[in-house]
Every structure is written in structure tokens, then in C-alpha cells.
């Protein structure tokens, strides 16, 4: 192993285990709340199954204002609700706040998208069936469309380990900011190229492991 | 200069104390880990909070998140007081970052051709210091200050007619190759294997408002903990540390 | 059972059903004829409000779908199962996944999905088919799942469109039989979109014959019966080489 | 002028096509029969190899397809026409815009356009819909359009995969005789996948039977000719109080 | 209009058209070649019409290349070939640079998500008709996704005015910037909430734009 790397290993090792605890916090709100408000945007969309213009234009303005903001001034703003969340503003656990927000409207409209192209005909065979609204989306939606929201997912994490780069402005660490932090700043340029090539290989073999998952679950 | 380390009455503390400090980027990080292992002796622990952006270090500290901070020197702080509401206080100069002038094809000032690009540094507290630097070299005239700070639109008199660029702090090495002459702190110049001393063509010197400092808040400012991190801080061990390593870059201020 | 009151639909300014009124009698094997684009799937998809009308009444089961809630709406469509003209199979489920759901949906426990689904699987003649997913069927297989989905509920109400179009006449007589077997065994109402008039013939007691979105004529008619089905190749032969088809 | 020689399809471990060889004489309507999932829209998808074989080897116009460059395979499917058991038009363009696709590709001028897909669709019944997208058709209609563009380009060699199974008995026989207008006049080649043997044998003077992938047995028959059609909702009554069907 | 508008309106006017000006250059690339990328990434897939798996991975390689590194890194990496490029590495014209590679990248894996959920039967349709691999694309692929090709454009151009925000390192200005160095730095906090309050309303314009524009052109 190069020498720089045998130096700094326990930093290294440590940026590694934050980039994923932040990047991982993140995949979970995507999931667990961007999911959701995707397909509430989806389900109000005019001539969907819940139809609600004032509804559907709250949800759409909510994800547009998280999205509005340059994503420090965002991490800025989510301070006072950092705070209250995880009693502190700074560090790997608080920079999970203003990434989980922003991953949530990032999924959100990706999901909003990928729902949009399933056919029409699956709809009316739930409705038809008398499927609720809730048996229609994950009985029938969700699951024609498990291809399109997988690849949407591998690329918004993709996004997520791009964005968690910043959280350095908050002590967040990982190795997007170490990279920049010893690398960039301290010209350790052999460095900071380790640590490019660390985050190529998680990126690759999360593309991978998205494209492949999705290929194989589409049965269309 | 600013007042020294007041006299203090306790000299010892019982109980180890967590004391946390942020800070940005060497030298500054590398003094507070020079002195980790002298306040362990004393019974404190020492946290180094990295951060990566010059508004955070005085946000965490005014909301108790942080004892202390390490990265600005005094007329920043103060301004972040006077928006904030805040009530940060300096605690000790502990160095000159000897700001400098910097070009890639000149010798001198002088050398500079007509209408050359300055590259600055774009927050306003380095915009003000890169101009006032100039000023005071004569390069260019200030005119009265009307904000708390010096900007672009203050320049009355600019007879070379430089350009000025501003770029992040960060970006400011990488402009020695693009701007004709790069305003900056030996910091960011060392890297290039440039020093203030052997290839500035203006130097801010040590008469000057601009030492980094150690700032606590007033509430514990006169905490032992706080107390005994300042005088690690101007040690002889610290002092040698920066003759050592950055002669003419960081130059002492205690 | 089934009754339409003046409903009216138009889709921009073409107007597809012009206040038609249909009355169709519990237990009936109704049948609704008439040429391509005449509006039947638009009058079939009205009698679970897939299509809602612009006007008029929809009235299944005594109850009034055109004004009731959607909790109530879906209720009523637990009863009405349906054979799309398009299929509409998920593509992303299994042959015998697409109709476990209809169960699932219909309340029936867990357990017994995996023989009820045997058992319509082998009434269409897809036993071997139900780890298959629709992309990889033929057309007539297709449909044929369509309408084993819609019948593993045994629903009240079957509404039918064109459901073996894709379907060669002996795949299709058998198909008959099996409807005319349910029918027999539950006394549901089935509402039958062809355009074959041998089927329509074969099964139903009421036709319908729409034209340009109204209705032409109401008929009724004895049926004729379904004659045996005799699913080889030889038939095809057989079939070739009569006089009359 | 289309052979197949010993060609041999399996999808997995299922063998949909068995060694099969047929010679398609030039000119000829032949028909190609069998039950549902018999192999009938893979033999014919072979035919400008859409699927292509595993092995065997696939001629057509005396060029051999299963060796040719994509240049060769797309010059020659140029003068292919197909029409698909599932249409296959494109939702995002009119009804216009999916048959006039089709003539740009044949490398038509464009200022033919309009006429020729105004004759076209003329010969499906469909010229008041021109300027819907096929969401907006009923189900006999959007055939109509993949009929109407399969025909615009006039190929010398034309595949239906049951291109009437949507359509009522009298639209079928308009469509038939359009079919067979266009065959007298310009002598294509037909292949004619159908599981109603009435269109089998108003047309064809071939037919192939398939049966599991194979062909159970070859025929020449003689064509009964189209009887005159007739698209009112009177013949649908007249059909319905006939004896036989 | 308040006062620090009024004040800084010179400086807002010029951050708004710099924000035009970088956005506008992403908007071009990301059409004028992420498309393209896009479009090869999925015509080079399996069962696709250019099956091709080396220059798949080459293709899909590079891009997770592009997108793994950090923005700001991106930035430092892009210096040589800005310079090249137009000349110098700093100002708005060298901040286009990165970040048209950036929304090449990031639009390309969104197209070659749409152009998954294009229906197989399109193309054998356009197959069937001796289509060469350039027209399968532009007269059958594209008009089938082209709602959802918008959607996707959508939402990258949101993506690429928050990257912009980043641009500041380069002396690239826009709104994002000026509110981070106006607002946040000399804590004009006004100053900021106006600017924020503008990219709000830019990104709002353009969602429901695009919006409009893709439910327009839906037929499907
Ligand atoms: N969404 C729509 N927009 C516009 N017109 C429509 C729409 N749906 C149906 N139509 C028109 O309404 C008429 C009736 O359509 P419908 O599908 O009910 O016909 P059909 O009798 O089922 O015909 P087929 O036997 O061909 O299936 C047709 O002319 C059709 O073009
Ligand atoms: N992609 C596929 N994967 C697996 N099996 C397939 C696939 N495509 C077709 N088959 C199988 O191959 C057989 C022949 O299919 P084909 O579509 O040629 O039937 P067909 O004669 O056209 O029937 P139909 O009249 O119902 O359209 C069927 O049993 C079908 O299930
Ligand atoms: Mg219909
Ligand atoms: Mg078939």
C-alpha cells in the first residue's frame, strides 16, 4: 500500500465509515419519506388516482424550495432544526439533517418521474379491481415501475455521496471533504487522488449493483 | 496588539474537562495539535473540531457547541459580533499570517503591466484586507471607509488600472498561473514553494490588525480550561514550531 | 341488476355515447355488439366508472356508482370483475402473481390463493405458464390470463370486452364453456362485448347492438349453445375443408 | 420467395419453434393457422427476424436475412410491411404522424404524404380520425391505424399477425378486400397469421398449420373470395336471426 | 422595492444574468451532448439496439467518473482544460467548463433511465420498418419519451442552478453566490432571503414549465 495511505490510515478509514453513515442516513429518508412524497405527487397529479391540484401544488412547491436553496445556504438554514433533532450542529450525525432533506425532495421528484411513465392500463386494472389507493401503488404501480425507481434510487445516492462532499462546512467529514481538506487545501495531490479513486470505486459499484438489480427485476 | 492573558487566580483544575475548538486548515490546526498532549497533562482534553467554511467556527462557538475557536483574526470576529449579537472575545494573538502579493511574472510591483488582473480572495473581510494592502504599498488609493469594510467600489485611485478577480479563498493558489498577481496568505502560498520573504512583492508585515487569534465567548472566556489552552498556545514549544516551519509565514504575535 | 340511465360521454367534442339507457336483468348473459368504435368499451367501462359519464346514472346492484364515495365505489368494483379489450397485465408479475393479486384484493386468505389460482390457471389451459412473466406469452395466452384474473373472484358481475379476440375458435369455445359453467354454478351477470356473432349467439340471452355511441336495437335471443371444443390442429383442417365455415 | 429453412427457436429452455421449413411461393397469400401459442407470431416475426432463430436460416426476396449486415437487414425489411398482434404505434404520434412515419423511412418525398396516408386510411374507414393518438381509439380503430400503416408503403412482402382480431365481421371483410385489392394490383406476397378460419379461407391459397412449434400440415386450398361487406348495425341483427352463422 | 435591493441592484442584476449565463451554458451541453451520451448509454444496453457491452461500460464508466468526484474538486481538475478551453480559469465564462461536464453527466444517466421505460413494442415497430439506428431514435424513442425526457431535463436544470451556486470558487458569481458571499458571509441576512426568494421563484418558473410542457406533450 502507498505510503501516504499506510500514514493516514485511521483518518482514512474513518472518512470512509462517515461517507457511508452520512450517504447511508440519506438512502433511508429517500426512501422512507422521499418515496412517499414522490408518489403523493405523483397520485395528485391531474387525471392520477387522488387528482388534488392545491395538494399536489403544495407538495411541488415544498420539494422546489428545498431544491432552490445552494445546498450550503441550505445546511446553513437547517441548523436551529439540526439542533433540535440530534442536539448539535456540527459533526457527521448533524450533517445528516440537511442531507436527509435534501435527498428526500431529490428522490421525491425522480420518483414523481419514474411513476409518471408507467402505462395507463395498470392504473385502471387496479381501480377496476377495486383496489385502494394504497393497494394501487404498491400492488401495482410500484411494482411496474420497480426497475425505473431502482435506477432513479442508484442515482440519486450517487447524487447523495456527491453532496455529503460538502458537509465539511459542518464537521461532517467523509471523504469528499477529506480529499478536498488534506488533498486540495494541503496539496497532498497523491492523496487526494486515493481518495478520488476510492469515491469512483463506490460510485461504480453502485451503478453496477443499480443497473444490474434493475435489469434483472425488469420483466416488461 | 490586543490585551494579554489576564492574571489567573485558579491555577488548577480537579476534574479532566472536554474542551472542544474549531478550526479550519494548517498552521492553525497543527499549533492546537501541538498542544493536545500538554493539556492532557493538565487534565483537559482537547477536541479539534475541523470545519470547511469561515462563517461556521464563530456560529458553533457563539451556540456553545464549541469552547473556542482558532482561525480569524480580530476585525472578523468583530464583525461577526456586530450581526450576530454575539459576544466573542479574543483571547490571544497567536500569529502573523503574513498576507502578501504574489506574481508568476514579475519582480516587483512595478513590473506589473497596465490593466494587469489581481486575483482576491472574494469574502469581505479579505477583500478589504488584499485592498488596504495595496493601499498601504501605495498601488492604489482608498478612499473614506463607509461600511465596515473596504470594497472594489472604495478605489478612488487605480493608476495601473488592475483588474481585480475575486475567487474563493481556497481557489487562490490555483490562480498564480491565470492572474497576472495573486493577493494571499502565506497559507495558501507555501504549497508553491513561495514565502513571503524570498518572493512577495508586498508584504502586510506584522503592524497590523490581522493576527489569528484565539476567540472564546465572554461567558468563559476566564475559564481555567480556556486559560490553560491560551498559554499552551504561546508557549516557546509553539513559538519554535512556527521559526521552524514557517519562517516569514506564520511570524509569532506573543 | 345492471341499469344505465341516459349516460352521456363525449371526449373533447366527440361525442362516443349519446344518452343511452340499458337495463340488464340479474343472472343475464347480455351481449353488446356493434361495428369498431361504436362505443361498447366506452358503455362496458361506464358499468364499474373506469369511464366516468358526463351525464346519466350507473346503477350496479342497486347501488348508485355514479354518486357514491370512492370507499363505496371500490367496494362495488370488488363484485364487477372486468376483461380488458387491452388485457392491462402487469408486466412486472408472474402469470400466476398477476391473478393472486385480484384474490388478495378480494379479501380471500393467503392459503387458498395457491389452488384457486390452479385451478382458473387450468380452466384457460395454462397450467404450464404461471412462473412465465406476460412479455413472454403469446397474444391468445395473454387474454387468456386476463380473463382468468377477472373470474378467480367469482365476482357478481363479469364485464367482458372482446375477451377472445385473440383467440382461435376452439381455444375460444372453451373459454365459452367454462363462462357458461360459472354462470351456471353462481348465477353472476356477464356482460359480453363481441364482435364475433358466434359467441354472441352461443351464450347470450339480451343483446344490445350499438351505433355511433346510441343504441340500434335491443334483441333478445335463445342461445344457441357452445359446441364441443376440440383444441388440435386437426380441427384447423377439419374446419379448412367444410363447405361452410 | 420467402424459406425457412430448418429454423429453430427456443426462448430459455422452452422450444417455441421446432426445426421448421416452409417455402413461400412469390405472390402467394399464405395462411398461417394454429391454437393459441402454437408458434404463429414467432414463425412470422422470423420472417423479417424481429426474432431471430437460433438456427435454420431465414430468405426472403432471395436475400438470406440470418446473414446479413444490419445495412442489408434494414434495406431489406424496407420492403417487408408488418402489422403486430399488439399494433406497436407510437402513443406520442397521430394517427397521421405513426403512417406517415412510415413512408419517410421508405424514403417517400414528403409531399406524397398527405395523399398517400389520406388513400390509406380511406381503406381502413378512418379518415375522420387523423389527427387523434391511438390513446384516444377504440380498439378495432387502433388496428385499423397499424393495418393502415403496414399498407402505405405498398411492400412487396407483407406479414399480418391477426390483423382482424379486433374487428367485427363486416370492417373485416372491407379490410380483406382491401387487402386483396392491393394484392391484385401490385402482386405482393402475403403471410397471413389467423385463428378464424373464415379469413384463412376467404384468402389464402396456402396455409400452414402449426401445431407446438412444428408444422402439423401443409395445404393449398382454393379462396372462397370476400363476401360484400356490409358495416351497419342491421347486419349485426340480420346475423344474429340467421340460422347459421 | 426594500432598500437592499435597491442598493445592490447593479451587483443583482449581473448575479442574475451570471446564473443565466452558467445554467444556460449546462442547459446546451447537457442537450447537445448529454443526450447523445444518454441515448448511446442506452442503445449500447443489452437487448438494446446497439447491444454492446464494452462501449457500455465505457460510456457508463466515464460518467460515474464525472459524477464521483467532488464538485469542487471537479472544478480544481477542469483548470487545464478550462484554460485551453477559453483561456482562463477564472470569471463566469471558465466556471461553464465544469459545470457543462457535470450536466453532461448527470443529464445522460437521467435519458438513459427515460429511454429504459420506452416500451419494447416502439421499437420493433420502427425495426420492423428497416429504421436505421438514427431513426429508431429520433422518429419512434424520442417521441415516445419526450415527456419524460422534459421531466428529466426538468429536473437537471434544477440540479445544474444549485451547482452553480458552487461556482463562486472560480470567481463564476450568480445569485447562489452572491447570496452566500453577501448574505451569509457578511450576514446581510435580508440580502440572502431576497436572493433565496429569487432562486425560489426561477426554479418554480422553470418546474412548472417543464411540467406543463411534458403533460402537453403526453399522449400516451
Ligand atoms: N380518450 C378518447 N379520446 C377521444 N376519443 C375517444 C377516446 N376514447 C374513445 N374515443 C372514441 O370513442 C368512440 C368509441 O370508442 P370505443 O372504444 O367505445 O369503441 P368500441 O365500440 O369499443 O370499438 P372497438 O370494437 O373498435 O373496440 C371511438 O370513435 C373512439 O375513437
Ligand atoms: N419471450 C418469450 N419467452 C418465453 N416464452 C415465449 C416468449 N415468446 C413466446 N414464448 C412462447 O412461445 C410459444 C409461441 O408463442 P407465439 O407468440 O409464437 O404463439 P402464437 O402462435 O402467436 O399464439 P397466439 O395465437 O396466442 O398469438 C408460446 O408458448 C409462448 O409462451
Ligand atoms: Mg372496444
Ligand atoms: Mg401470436
Known amino acids: 500500500m502507498p505510503d501516504v495511505l499506510v500514514q493516514y490510515d485511521t483518518e482514512i478509514i474513518q472518512a470512509i465509515g462517515e461517507t457511508f453513515i452520512m450517504v447511508g442516513a440519506s438512502v433511508v429518508a429517500a426512501i422512507v419519506v422521499g418515496l412517499p412524497l414522490g408518489t403523493l405527487l405523483y397520485m395528485t397529479h391531474p387525471q392520477k388516482p387522488m387528482e388534488n391540484k392545491l395538494l399536489y401544488q403544495f407538495c411541488n412547491t415544498l420539494v422546489n424550495i428545498i431544491r432552490s436553496f445552494p445546498f450550503l445556504l441550505l445546511v446553513v438554514f437547517c441548523i436551529p432544526l439540526t439542533r433540535l433533532i440530534v442536539g448539535t450542529a456540527i459533526g457527521t450525525t448533524a450533517a445528516i439533517v440537511p442531507l436527509a432533506i435534501i435527498a428526500i425532495a431529490h428522490y421525491a421528484r425522480l420518483v414523481e418521474q419514474s411513476l409518471l411513465d408507467v402505462p395507463k392500463g395498470v392504473v385502471e386494472a387496479a381501480q377496476a379491481m377495486g383496489a385502494s389507493r394504497w393497494q394501487i401503488m404498491t400492488k401495482f404501480v410500484f411494482v411496474d415501475a420497480r426497475s425505473s425507481l431502482i435506477l432513479s434510487l442508484t442515482t440519486s445516492i450517487v447524487s447523495f455521496i456527491s453532496y455529503s462532499t460538502i458537509m465539511g462546512v459542518v464537521g461532517g467529514g467523509g471523504i469528499g471533504d477529506f480529499a478536498i481538506r488534506y488533498g486540495y487545501q494541503q496539496f497532498k495531490t497523491d492523496l487526494m487522488m486515493y481518495m478520488i479513486l476510492i469515491m469512483i470505486i463506490l460510485v461504480q459499484c453502485i451503478q453496477l449493483a443499480g443497473t444490474f438489480l434493475a435489469r434483472t427485476l425488469d420483466k416488461r | ?254 | 341488476m345492471i341499469v344505465l340511465e341516459n349516460v352521456h360521454k363525449a371526449f373533447g367534442k366527440e361525442v362516443a355515447i349519446h344518452d343511452v339507457s340499458l337495463h340488464i336483468p340479474e343472472g343475464a348473459i347480455y351481449g353488446i355488439m356493434g361495428p369498431s368504435g361504436a362505443g361498447k368499451s366506452t358503455i362496458l367501462r361506464m358499468m364499474n366508472l373506469l369511464e366516468k359519464p358526463d351525464s346519466g346514472h350507473v346503477i350496479v346492484g342497486g347501488r348508485q356508482l355514479t354518486t357514491a364515495t370512492t370507499l363505496q365505489l371500490n367496494a362495488a368494483r370488488k363484485s364487477i370483475g372486468m376483461i380488458f379489450q387491452h388485457f392491462h397485465l402487469v408486466a412486472n408479475k408472474t402469470v400466476y402473481d398477476n391473478i393472486a393479486v385480484a384474490l388478495s384484493l378480494a379479501d380471500v386468505p393467503k392459503k387458498e390463493h395457491a389452488t384457486r389460482v390452479a385451478e382458473v390457471l387450468a380452466y384457460v389451459g395454462l397450467e404450464a405458464h404461471a412462473k412465465k412473466y406476460p412479455a413472454m406469452l403469446s397474444g391468445g395466452q395473454k387474454q387468456r390470463v386476463a380473463i382468468a384474473r377477472a373470474l378467480v373472484t367469482k365476482p357478481r358481475v363479469l364485464l367482458c370486452d372482446e375477451p377472445t379476440s385473440a383467440l382461435d375458435s376452439n381455444t375460444t369455445s372453451g373459454i365459452l364453456q367454462v363462462l357458461a359453467q360459472i354462470h351456471r354454478d353462481f348465477g353472476m351477470t356477464i356482460v359480453l362485448v363481441s364482435h364475433e356473432v358466434a359467441v354472441i349467439k352461443s351464450m347470450c340471452t339480451h343483446v344490445a347492438i350499438l351505433e355511433q355511441g346510441a343504441i340500434y336495437k335491443t334483441l333478445d335471443i335463445t342461445p344457441t349453445g357452445i359446441t364441443a371444443s376440440d383444441n388440435t390442429a386437426e380441427s384447423f383442417v377439419r374446419a379448412l375443408q367444410e363447405d361452410h365455415v
Open chain 2, 1 to 254: 496588539g490586543d490585551e494579554e492573558a489576564t492574571t489567573n487566580d485558579k491555577a488548577t483544575t480537579e476534574e479532566a474537562t472536554t474542551l472542544k475548538v474549531a478550526s479550519l486548515i494548517p498552521p492553525m490546526t497543527e499549533i492546537l495539535e501541538l498542544v493536545e498532549p500538554q493539556l492532557e497533562a493538565d487534565g483537559i482534553d482537547l477536541e479539534i473540531v475541523v470545519l470547511g467554511d469561515n462563517v461556521q467556527p464563530n456560529t458553533a462557538l457563539a451556540a456553545d457547541e464549541v469552547d473556542a475557536n482558532f482561525f480569524q483574526h480580530k476585525p472578523y470576529m468583530e464583525e461577526f459580533n456586530r450581526n450576530n449579537d454575539a459576544n466573542l472575545v479574543p483571547i490571544e494573538e497567536i500569529y502573523f499570517a503574513n498576507y502578501g502579493v504574489y506574481a508568476k511574472n514579475a519582480a516587483s510591483i512595478e513590473e506589473l503591466p497596465e490593466g494587469a488582473t489581481i486575483a482576491i480572495a472574494n469574502d469581505i473581510s479579505n477583500v478589504d484586507r488584499s485592498l488596504a494592502l495595496l493601499a498601504q504599498h501605495n498601488v492604489i488609493t482608498l478612499g473614506e471607509k463607509t461600511d465596515v469594510y473596504y470594497t472594489e467600489a472604495d478605489v478612488i485611485d487605480n493608476p495601473k488600472n488592475f483588474v481585480f478577480k475575486t475567487v474563493d479563498l481556497l481557489m487562490l493558489a490555483r490562480m498564480y498561473d491565470d492572474a497576472d498577481a495573486v493577493v494571499m496568505t502565506p497559507a495558501y502560498a507555501a504549497p508553491l514553494g513561495l514565502t513571503p520573504k524570498s518572493d512577495a512583492l508586498l508584504t502586510e508585515g506584522i503592524d497590523n490588525d490581522f493576527a489569528i487569534t484565539l476567540v472564546a465567548r465572554e461567558d468563559n472566556q476566564d475559564d481555567a480550561a480556556i486559560q490553560a489552552l491560551a498559554e499552551a498556545m504561546t508557549s516557546e514549544e509553539v513559538r519554535q514550531f512556527l521559526e521552524e516551519n514557517y519562517d516569514e509565514t506564520a511570524i509569532p504575535a506573543f
